[in-house]
């Protein structure tokens, strides 16, 4: 009876089967998940893919440092404070002694903080007296160069590549000493040498500089923008776009030089050269404002001699006189700290008094910096310094130097077409003035406030190239025939 009346209850039959079914379900669905849980061991684990950390801020300047190439600010401060601090303890440790007179060197160097400087020699010459290594006498040569002075910068990187022929990292010194000293011949053939040694973005970079001084302007252009591309860190790339924005300034493209300034800012902060490079572009543009306040920022942070000149005379050529004045004082003040620090502002001190205070000054001192080491640049500001006293005739000489192939100046550089325009229109020789003064325009309009009005004054007052005709000869002979 207990069975019949069961099998009449057809939905207690159904949920005994839905109970029995969900049970094997469970059972189903262990097994599984310790099936699972077993496979899962037996396969290796995979690791999500992450970025590798960064090095430390210490060692990232390290590695720049040893490349020979920019750093940021703050992590040079952190090397050397490692440095410091491991030298109290190992202080026999020749190469931390010229990592440490490196890391001071370019911490001097970007900041325009000279007693930097002294620091450098004191741990390069500890690290010299230690060891002897190529290292510290590399490290003397680009101290020497930030210095300006040429040829001891030559000296210790000549002796860095005996010590050590194959070490790559002396011959970007021995460059910049051979360009500062007017042996563009010799420059050409360390870059060689340099590039069977090494390559990378900083040895393009280099190459650049000695294309630029060549003339060969895009191919200065190509081989920054391929060092920025392959940089290996924010400071190294931001200064090569600012090298880069120079070159762009300096064939007259305000907009590619502003580019690439505000870029290389905005990688790095605390590129100054940039923002001095920001001020010139910015007053060429009209951005007046703007312009004042980015060379107010570069000397605040970088207080350079150039910087100061190049502020005063925009506040000069907007009628501000006594602004100007507060910066040419300034330029002198920073000039003395720097000689204080055993570098050479001469130059720079030359071309201020050449235009703004005692000509025959300039010419006492870019004579003597003519002696020292005879550069393209000492030429032409030698030059303008004897035109600008009156001496036109000698300075024809270094103004020709400056801007002839034949003594190295192959650098297209509208300031110095400019002045030697104006030295053969001041010496009646109207022709070629004419010709150097449109070239100094068609290099770069915007090349000076004062100098672009000054040159089309110039060429205002030239006038037009006399018709005089051009001789044909026919079968008759000679025949003078306007060429119209």
């Not at 190469?95 to 325009?112: D, H």
Request: proline share 5%; glycine share 8%.
């Amino acid at each position: 009876m207990e069975n019949q009346a069961t099998e009449n209850r057809p939905e207690e039959r159904l949920e005994g089967r839905g109970a029995r079914l969900r049970g094997r379900l469970v059972i189903a669905a262990v097994a599984g998940c310790a099936v699972l849980g077993t496979v899962l061991m037996l396969v290796p684990a995979q690791r999500t893919a992450t970025r590798a950390p960064a090095p430390a801020p210490g060692a990232q300047a390290l590695t720049a440092v040893a490349a020979g190439v920019p750093a940021a600010l703050p992590d040079l401060a952190a090397l050397i404070g490692e440095r410091e601090s491991h030298l109290r303890r190992h202080p026999e440790d020749a190469e931390s002694w010229a990592v440490l007179g490196t890391a001071y060197l370019e911490q001097g160097r970007r900041t325009a903080d000279t007693a930097f400087y002294a620091k450098a020699e004191a741990g390069l010459r500890t690290s010299l007296r230690l060891r002897g290594s190529a290292q510290a006498l590399a490290g003397l040569a680009a101290l020497a160069n930030a210095r300006r002075d040429f040829r001891s910068a030559r000296t210790w990187a000549e002796a860095a590549r005996k010590r050590e022929p194959k070490r790559w990292t002396a011959y970007p010194a021995l460059i910049d000493a051979c360009t500062g000293l007017g042996d563009h011949k010799a420059a050409g053939a360390a870059l060689e040498r340099l590039t069977e040694l090494r390559s990378g973005p900083a040895v393009r970079a280099r190459a650049a500089a000695v294309y630029r001084d060549r003339g060969w302007r895009e191919d200065a252009a190509a081989q920054l923008a391929d060092a920025a591309a392959g940089a290996r860190t924010p400071a190294e790339r931001a200064a090569y776009l600012e090298r880069a924005g120079e070159l762009a300034w300096e064939r007259g493209d305000r907009e590619d030089a502003l580019r690439h300034f505000q870029e290389a800012l905005r990688i790095d902060p605390d590129q100054r050269a940039a923002q001095a490079g920001q001020g010139r572009v910015l007053a060429a543009l009209g951005r007046t404002s703007e312009a004042l306040n980015a060379y107010r920022t570069a000397l605040a942070k970088q207080p350079l001699p150039q910087y100061a000149l190049e502020l005063g005379e925009l506040y000069e050529s907007l009628g501000l006189g006594q602004a100007a004045q507060v910066q040419y004082d300034l330029l002198r003040t920073t000039a003395e700290r720097a000689a204080a620090g055993g570098v050479d502002e001469e130059l720079v001190l030359g071309q201020f008094e050449a235009d703004h205070g005692d000509a025959a000054s300039a010419v006492r001192r870019l004579r003597a910096e003519w002696v020292r080491q005879p550069g393209i640049a000492v030429a032409d500001a030698l030059g303008w310094a004897l035109h600008r006293a009156g001496q036109d005739r000698e300075a024809l000489k270094y103004a020709r130097i400056a801007t002839d192939r034949a003594h190295g100046g192959g650098v297209r550089s509208a300031l110095y077409a400019y002045h030697l325009g104006m030295i053969e229109r001041e010496s009646e020789q109207d022709a070629p003035a004419r010709r150097h003064l449109q070239e100094a325009l068609r290099i770069n309009p915007w090349f000076s406030p004062s100098g672009v009005r000054a040159a089309r004054e110039a060429l205002a007052a030239l006038g037009d190239v006399p018709d005089a005709g051009v001789p044909v000869v026919d079968a008759k002979g000679v025949t003078p025939r306007p060429y119209r």
